[in-house]
């Protein structure tokens, strides 16, 4: 029979759709739960306890409730803090998000990469440690900005933003010392992706935006190769933890989330 079980796909608010898209895409019938964590949005500028001490207990209910064929955190700041101890807590398989810095090195030819994520997930150790293994050849700059995660939002409700907040936001980049040489940048937010076109724009020069978006779609299709899937998948949900924003239907809608329901 047909695996009826949604994959759960799980964000502090909109930016997982940039992770649901390239999955949607490669898996056209998988049924879809995305989990949209207003209550506690936005995640990039609380503290790593706060961070460690929500997500697995929230996960836990909400496995619990809709029973998953698997989870993906499509958040670089609650993978980076929390994946370990959500995987340790629950039953179900679990995919998590890091900043795609492999990717970017080997694509870099100048050898200078920007980390662009939230405030949380630019000083994690996690960070670090990707750094050492995959760039340790290059150098690698970061900025946090919790404004981008604002200005995602805002872009999914419709709103359109000046183009010098964005510029403004890649000069955190760009402004440090070798930052001129910047050729190739991590969205290490999956927030930023929904905004590339803008930033890409605001750039003071040419350079490639990397994301883990297409790597974490494989991931999936490895993880639930041979699921039989619906013969066409059933309208997707989107589940918010607080206050559903109704300005987000038309977008959520064209991520193939029919409808909108409150935890």
Aim: with cysteine; glycine share 8%.
């Amino acid at each position: 029979m047909a695996d009826q079980r949604p994959v759960l796909f799980f964000d502090s608010g909109v930016g997982g759709l940039s992770v649901l898209a390239p999955a949607r895409a490669l898996l056209p019938r998988m049924p879809i739960l995305y989990v949209a964590d207003s209550a506690g949005f936005p995640y990039g500028t609380r503290s790593e306890a706060e961070i460690a001490a929500r997500v697995p207990a929230l996960l836990g209910r909400l496995a619990e409730r809709y029973r998953p064929r698997l989870i993906v955190i499509a958040c670089n700041t609650a993978s980076t803090i929390a994946l370990p101890a959500v995987r340790a807590a629950l039953d179900v398989g679990v995919v998590g998000t890091v900043p795609a810095i492999k990717p970017a090195a080997e694509a870099s030819a100048t050898r200078v990469i920007g980390v662009l994520g939230t405030e949380a997930t630019v000083r994690q150790p996690y960070v670090d440690d990707l750094t050492r293994r995959f760039a340790a050849d290059c150098t690698v700059l970061r900025h946090g900005s919790a404004e981008l995660v604002a200005l995602a939002e805002a872009r999914l409700r419709g709103e359109e933003a000046p183009p010098a907040r964005f510029a403004a936001i890649l000069a955190g980049l760009f402004d440090q010392p070798g930052g001129a040489a910047i050729d190739t940048i991590v969205n290490a937010c999956t927030h930023f992706p929904l905004v590339e076109a803008e930033l890409a724009a605001a750039a003071p020069q040419s350079v490639r935006f990397v994301d883990g978006g297409p790597g974490i779609a494989r991931r999936i299709a490895h993880l639930t190769q041979g699921t039989e899937w619906p013969e066409a998948a059933p309208p997707g949900v989107a589940v918010f933890t607080g206050a559903a924003d109704r300005r987000l239907a038309p977008a959520l809608a064209r991520y193939g989330l029919a409808s909108i329901e409150t935890l």
